[in-house]
């Protein structure tokens, strides 16, 4: 039977954080950068690019991930876990995209994809992106004919 | 929350490739179609060959790809038409129309890519193309080797974009009219190129192979066959096999109608159906993984269907609507397939998890699917021909 580890994950702004190390493995990135040195683990490289608010959001959202059993639950706490707002939408997309967290990357994108799906058309998607539309009208006229799917 | 903040941040997720590869990724095909005219920078990551592949391999389960609909042609109907059967969600998949021609036969379906061949006025075949419905994408194939006058040629496609982003074009053409002799064709799109007889095989005519009848699963392109035996073709080794097809039943005034052939879950399946005087059944068998036998799953009796949809006409007299149209499509849990069938105009299945039949399309009290044509109501005819549309934004 395995004592659970300690992982020592220092942030950018020089935070130190305890996570387990089955925690802390599951960002890929992290995985990788750990090595196996008679059954302790050690942190090879510090962890210098992740400011500390993201880092903490994640350790938080893994400890409670794993606390939650069952599946019913674990999707309602996931479902208020990410309704939140678009800027810490980003930090966590960030931090899930660099650390490699692939069921934080699920969650955070399929947030973002509710909120693009969410939008009546086209424009509106543009307005709560800020996207700027490069077409010429006639252009866009021809895209969108060609990919509409309206028979009879 | 500083609203202008809360836009920098959207913006900052909008206009940033890598993090809009991740989103787009995990929205479904259709809405991606609609979001090619957002920007230029979208349309082309949406266009993008990489990552239409790495989309389409992101709705795979399992290894297997799950058919969005199925789409009911009309067989001797030579329209771009056709009626949709959703699986999924409600799908509105486009005709057939934006390939111009005169009529269009659908050949086969293949994990998200059709072959067609185009016909002109006189019905004479004009031309043969792949497409991809979701996106109109379409190619005019051309051959090193063409059709001979009065000689038989087949089109097959074999593609599988979980295992590979590349597609096959087989084609087997008889070398001489009535000769029975055939070649084999393999186009690559890999290498853009053809290998011209890489088997010469010859059949018998009592083999009653149904070479425009082809089925690709697990690297191998099946064809269906009336005989004993049919053939496969390994399509990596480039290598043809044998294997058996089910005895036929003997005696008790059993005719054998119709062989459906099909695959669901990378298994080869084949539905046979037998008419005994007003009685009907539908013999379901699943080809051993070693390919050594047909082993037979299940006896469906179209009279078991005619108690449970008692409104329905399943009468297998002659001229009576009947049913047409079987097709083999994976449920929940991948094992099982559904055996569906098309039932004066609705759509029942056969779920073989519950050992039950249901009623999986009702367009509505009244309201019928797909309209057969009027001078074909024999049972002996296949009324509709069912194909697997798998909705996929995969650029070729």
């Known amino acids: 039977m395995l004592l659970s580890k300690n992982s020592a994950l220092e942030s950018k702004d020089n935070e130190i954080f305890e996570v387990e190390e089955s925690i802390a493995i599951q960002s890929e990135l992290i995985k990788t950068m750990t090595t196996m040195v008679n059954s302790k683990a050690y942190v090879n490289e510090r962890n210098q690019m992740v400011p500390e608010a993201r880092c903490r959001k994640q350790a938080n959202y893994h400890v409670e991930q794993n606390n939650k059993i069952v599946d019913e639950e674990l999707s309602d706490w996931e479902s208020k876990f990410f309704e939140v707002d678009m800027d810490d939408l980003h930090e966590l997309f960030m931090a899930a995209n660099y650390l490699e967290i692939e069921s934080l990357l699920n969650g955070v994108t399929k947030r973002v994809g509710d909120f693009i799906k969410a939008c009546k058309n086209v424009e509106v998607i543009r307005q709560t992106f800020g996207i700027n539309n490069d077409f010429a009208a006639q252009q866009e006229e021809e895209i969108r004919k060609l990919n509409s799917w309206n028979h009879i | ?396």
């Not at chain 2, 998200?112 to 379409?138: H, M, R, W």
Request: charged share 20%; hydrophobic share 40%.
């Open chain 2, 1 to 396: 929350m500083n609203p202008k903040l809360m836009i920098s941040s959207a913006e900052k997720i909008g206009n940033n490739q890598d993090l809009l590869a991740q989103i787009l990724l995990r929205l479904p095909a259709k809405s991606l179609i609609k979001f090619k005219c957002v920007s230029k920078q979208w349309l082309s990551l949406i266009s993008n060959p990489q990552f239409c592949l790495s989309h389409t391999r992101h709705q795979g389960d399992e290894g297997f790809l799950h058919a969005t609909a199925l789409l009911l042609k009309v067989q001797y109907i030579v329209s771009p038409e056709f009626d949709v059967v959703p699986l999924k969600h409600f799908s509105q998949v486009p005709f057939f129309d934006y390939i111009s021609t005169s009529g269009l036969n659908i050949l086969q379906s293949c994990n998200g890519l059709f072959v067609c061949e185009a016909l002109d006025d006189d019905l004479n075949v004009s031309g043969y193309f792949i497409c991809n419905p979701t996106t109109k994408q379409f190619k005019k194939l051309s051959f090193l080797q063409n059709p001979i006058k009065d000689c038989e040629f087949y089109v097959s496609l074999a593609f599988d974009p979980l295992q590979s982003p590349h597609y096959k074009i087989i084609v087997v053409r008889e070398v001489l009219e009535n000769s029975f002799i055939f070649e084999l064709d393999i186009y690559a799109s890999e290498s853009d190129s053809w290998k011209i007889a890489t088997t010469i095989f010859e059949t018998k005519e009592e083999a009653c192979m149904a070479f425009e009848d082809a089925v690709f699963c697990n690297g191998k392109l099946h064809w269906n066959s009336y005989g004993n035996q049919s053939l496969y073709l390994v399509v990596e080794k480039e290598c043809l096999q044998m294997m058996p097809m089910p005895t036929k039943l003997r005696g008790n005034h059993r005719l054998e109608i119709y062989r459906y052939f099909g695959e669901s879950g990378g298994r080869l399946h084949l539905a046979v159906t037998y008419h005994a005087f007003i009685d009907l059944d539908l013999y379901v068998h699943q080809m051993a993984s070693d390919y050594s036998h047909w082993f037979l799953k299940h006896r469906l009796n179209v009279g078991d269907a005619m108690k449970v949809f008692p409104e329905l006409n399943l009468g297998c007299h002659p001229f009576t609507s009947g049913f047409s149209g079987v097709s083999f499509v994976g449920s929940e849990r991948k094992e099982e397939a559904k055996v569906v069938i098309w039932a004066d105009g609705k759509i029942i299945c056969y779920d073989f998890n519950d050992g039950a039949w249901k009623m999986m399309h009702d367009p509505g009290p009244g309201l019928k699917i797909g309209t057969p044509f009027e001078g074909f109501n024999h049972l002996h005819e296949q009324r509709f021909i069912p194909y697997k549309y798998f909705e996929s934004v995969y650029v070729f």
